[in-house]
C-alpha cells in the first residue's frame, strides 16, 4: 500500500514513496510500483505452480518413443485442445514457439517462399517493431504501411481505396504504446470475402479481452510473458491444412513445422496463466476496470492540464493509458523523475541521448517529434489497484511541478543575461522570479544567492529599490522572529489556512541598505522559504498584500 509520509518540506519537495505489507504490488518488485505491464507481467501464481508441476511430472522429451516421452508428448496435446477451444480454432493449427517474434519471423519467412515478386503485402504502420521488421527482412521492397487515424485506428476505408489487392494483410488486435483496439474483426471478414490471408498479433489482447473469436484468423501468435505466463515461449495459430515453410529447421517437432524441442513446462505455465486471466474477463469486470480508467485519465487532465491523453476518443485496453507530458526541457526525462520516485513507467521514444528515433507509432499518429520525446505509457495489471493509479498521478504531479521550475529557472537565467545591457524592465524580471517561485523553484540553498542576484539585476533602476520581499515558510512563525532591516519585528499570516504550516513574512527594503545586507539573509537561511515575488512598498506598514 502507498503511504504518503506528512512532511514540513514545502510543495516543491517530492513526495516519499514507501510501499508496505500490503496492496497489490508485492515485494518480488523491489518496493517498486509497476506500470509496464504491455513489455512484460510478473509470473502469476498458476503459471508458477503449473511450470513446477510440469517439471517434475513431465521431465521426458516429447519426442521420445518411451512412456515418459509420450506422457510429455500428451501433456502438450491436451494443451493445444485447451487453448485450440480458447481461441476457436483446430488444436492441430497451433505451433509452440519462443514467442511472438520468432513467429512473426516464421509466417514472413514462409511467405518470402511462396509469393512471386510482383505479390506485395499491406502492414498496418502501427505494428510491433518484430512485425516491420520482419516483413520488411524478408519481403525487402514488398510491404505497403497501411494508414491510421490521429487516434491511432487502422483506415478501414484505405483497403477499399487501393485496386490491386495484396498477398496479405497484418493488423494487430490492440497496439501495445497505446492500447487502441483495432478493427480486426472487421478487417478478418474483408480479407475472407476476397479470399485473403489474415496475420493478426494478438499479444496484447490476450488475457487483456477475451480470446473467443482469434482463431478465426488465419495466422495469429501471441507470447505468454504479456498475460502472466513465463519469458520464452508462445504460440502461432497457421491456416488449417496449411504446408508451412520451416523457420526453424533441424527436426520433425510440430509436425515439421518448427525444429527444437518443445518447452513442455512453459507451455504448460502458459496455459495456466492464460486460463486464469479468462476467468476474470467478464463483462461486468471489464467494465469496471474501464470505467476506473476513464477516472484517472480524467483526474490526470484536471492535475495536470497540459497533459494529454493519446488515443483517447478510440476505443482502448482497459490497463493502458499513454499520455503526452507538458513541454519541457529535453534533459528533464519524465521516466526517470518517475523511476526515481518508484514508479516505474514506459515510453515511445526518448530524446536525452539524441540518438533514438521517435515511435514509428506516434509517428503514424500525426505525432510532432517533440511530442513523440515527451510520451509516457503507463500499463497496468488485474492486480494494479485504483489506489496505486492515484498514487502515479500524485507523482506525476510532483515531477510536473519540478518540471516547471526547471522552466522558470531557465527563463530566469536568460533575462538575467540580457539585462546586463539593461534591456528588461523590473516587472519582467519579478514576472520570471515569481513565476519560478510559484512553481517551487526556491529551497533553503538557493534563497539568499537568488535574492541577491534579483538585487543586482534591478540595483541601477532606482523605481525597483523600494520593494518588498514576500517569503513563505513552511512553519507557522511567531511574531518578531525574523528581523527586518529597520529593527521592527516582520509581521506574519497564514496564506492559507488549509495549507500547513504556512506563513508570511514581510522584510522591508530601505533606499539606502538596499535589501538590508547579506548577513541578514544569512539568519533567513536556517528556514526553508518561499519567494512569492516582489510587490511595491504598501502604503500601511503592518498591512498585507495577498493574491
Known amino acids: 500500500m502507498v503511504e504518503h509520509k506528512a512532511s514540513s518540506e514545502p510543495p516543491a519537495t517530492l513526495f516519499v514513496i514507501e510501499v508496505g ?42 519426442s521420445s518413443p518411451h512412456r515418459i516421452g509420450i506422457r510429455a508428448d500428451r501433456a502438450l496435446a491436451e494443451a493445444r485442445e485447451t487453448l485450440g477451444a480458447r481461441l476457436g480454432c483446430l488444436p492441430l493449427d497451433l505451433i509452440w514457439t519462443s514467442g511472438a517474434t520468432e513467429a512473426s519471423n516464421l509466417v514472413f519467412h514462409h511467405y518470402a517462399r511462396q509469393l512471386p515478386e510482383s505479390a506485395v503485402v499491406w502492414v498496418s504502420a502501427i505494428e510491433h517493431p518484430c512485425v516491420i521488421q520482419a516483413a520488411e527482412t524478408h519481403l525487402r521492397g514488398r510491404v505497403r504501411r497501411i494508414p491510421v487515424t490521429s487516434d491511432g485506428v487502422v483506415r478501414l476505408e484505405w483497403l477499399e481505396t487501393q485496386v490491386n489487392p495484396p498477398a496479405l494483410v497484418v493488423v494487430m488486435a490492440a497496439n501495445n504504446e497505446t492500447g487502441v483496439l483495432q478493427p480486426w474483426e472487421a478487417i478478418r471478414d474483408w480479407c475472407q470475402e476476397r479470399i485473403i490471408p489474415f496475420f493478426c ?66 507451455v504448460l505455465a502458459m496455459i495456466a496463466a492464460l486460463e486464469e486471466r479468462e476467468m476474470l474477463l467478464n463483462a461486468e469486470w471489464i467494465a469496471s476496470r474501464q470505467q476506473s480508467q476513464r477516472r484517472i485519465e480524467n483526474l490526470i487532465r484536471k492535475q495536470i492540464p497540459d497533459a494529454r491523453v493519446i488515443g483517447r476518443s478510440a476505443a482502448r485496453l482497459w ?37 533514438e528515433k521517435p515511435s514509428h507509432v506516434l509517428e503514424a499518429m500525426q505525432c510532432t517529434p517533440g511530442e513523440s520525446s515527451r510520451v509516457i505509457r503507463c500499463s497496468g495489471g488485474p492486480e494494479t489497484t485504483e489506489k496505486d493509479w492515484e498514487a502515479l498521478v500524485e507523482a506525476s504531479v510532483q515531477v510536473d511541478r519540478q518540471a516547471r521550475v526547471w522552466s522558470w529557472r531557465d527563463e530566469l537565467a536568460r533575462i538575467s543575461r540580457q539585462n546586463r545591457d539593461g534591456h528588461h524592465e523590473a516587472a519582467e524580471i519579478f514576472r520570471a522570479f515569481r513565476g519560478w517561485a510559484a512553481a517551487g523553484g526556491l529551497s533553503r540553498c538557493s534563497l539568499a544567492k537568488a535574492a541577491r542576484s534579483i538585487f543586482l539585476a534591478v ?11 514576500w517569503l513563505v515558510s513552511p512553519a507557522v512563525v511567531p511574531w518578531g522572529d525574523f528581523p527586518s532591516p529597520s529593527g521592527r519585528p516582520s509581521s506574519t499570516r ?26 541578514e539573509f544569512s539568519m533567513l537561511r536556517k528556514e526553508r522559504f518561499w519567494i512569492v515575488g516582489l510587490l511595491p512598498s504598501p502604503k500601511w506598514s503592518r498591512g498585507f498584500w495577498l493574491e
Do not use: I
Not at 497564514?494 to 548577513?519: F, H, I, N, S, T
Open 21 to 62: 505489507e500490503e496492496g497489490g504490488h508485492d515485494q518480488r518488485w523491489r518496493g517498486m510500483h509497476y506500470f509496464d505491464y504491455n513489455a512484460t507481467t510478473p509470473l502469476s501464481d498458476a503459471s508458477r505452480e503449473a511450470w513446477l508441476a510440469a517439471v517434475e511430472q513431465f521431465p521426458g522429451n516429447p
Open 201 to 266: 498479433d494478438a499479444a496484447q489482447w490476450l488475457g487483456k479481452l477475451p480470446a473467443d473469436g482469434l482463431g478465426q484468423c488465419d495466422w495469429l501468435f501471441g507470447c505468454a510473458h504479456k498475460f502472466g505466463g513465463p519469458k520464452g515461449v508462445g504460440f502461432l495459430k497457421c491456416p488449417t491444412s496449411a504446408t508451412v515453410t520451416p523457420l526453424m529447421v533441424g527436426g520433425p517437432q510440430e509436425m515439421s513445422r518448427r525444429a527444437g524441442t518443445e518447452n513442455v513446462a512453459g
Open 319 to 355: 490497463n493502458t493509458t499513454s499520455l503526452v507530458m507538458p513541454d519541457c526541457d529535453c534533459r528533464f526525462r519524465w521516466v526517470v523523475k518517475l523511476d526515481r520516485l518508484g514508479f516505474a513507467v514506459s515510453t515511445g521514444s526518448a530524446c536525452a541521448s539524441g540518438k
Open 459 to 469: 540595483r541601477s533602476k532606482p523605481s525597483a529599490r523600494r520593494h518588498e520581499l
Open 494 to 519: 497564514l496564506v492559507k489556512p488549509a495549507v500547513k504550516a504556512a506563513a508570511v513574512c514581510q522584510w522591508e527594503a530601505q533606499r539606502r541598505r538596499g535589501w538590508g545586507g547579506m548577513e
